[in-house]
């Protein structure tokens, strides 16, 4: 436990972003757990969305898109799952992939 709360805090003080520190311990016990390839094959790619809605960056996972633009990682899945509007003043999607079918009303 330990050396999950020095990596944490680790994390955090490169992120400077302190209400992360229990996100960063649980990242770090799962992957120590399970394993990184989980998380690499579990990632979804995001799209960064001006006022708009014209697409700004891609990004390989939220967790990217919360280190490169510094909007909460949490409020950004907010937004893609719909209980938000923005996060860090943009909007957010999730990339759709060749296994996923587009919504008849979002075409």
């Known amino acids: 436990m330990q ?6 805090a680790e994390w955090v003080s490169v992120t400077h972003h302190p209400e992360d520190l229990n996100a960063a311990r649980w990242f770090i016990r799962q992957a120590l757990t399970i394993g990184s390839e989980h ?3 579990n990632m979804r790619e995001v799209i960064q969305l001006d006022k708009f809605g014209m697409e700004l960056c891609r990004y390989k996972s939220t967790t990217e898109a919360w280190e490169k ?3 909460s990682r949490g409020h950004i899945r907010d937004v893609v799952e719909g209980r938000r509007h923005t996060a860090g003043g943009y909007g957010w999607k999730y990339a759709v992939t060749d296994e996923e079918e587009i919504p008849e009303n979002e075409l």
Not at 3 to 8: D, M, R, S
């Open 69 to 71: 633009t510094g909007a």
């Open 39 to 41: 998380f690499q094959m």
């Open 3 to 8: 050396v999950i709360n020095a990596l944490a």
